[in-house]
């Protein structure tokens, strides 16, 4: 697990993603990862982060 949260905060500590849905569905990626996967992101909680309404 701690393989995987270094990669994606090494991801955004590089500013690879530049739009601002994708850093913030990043962010949350992150959080999860550190919470080990207890928070509900589902892919529809994801798709609404990437593209609002």
């Keep these: 697990m ?3 949260l ?3 905060r090494s991801l955004k500590e590089r500013e690879v993603l ?3 849905t994708a ?3 990043l962010d949350r990626t992150i959080e999860a990862v550190e919470e ?3 928070s509900d992101l589902t892919e529809g ?5 990437l593209f609002p309404q």
């Design 6 to 8: 270094n990669a994606l």
């Design 18 to 20: 530049e739009a601002p």
């Design 45 to 49: 909680k994801a798709w609404n982060i």
């Design 23 to 25: 850093v913030a569905l």
């Design 2 to 4: 701690e393989v995987v």
């Design 36 to 38: 080990n996967f207890t």
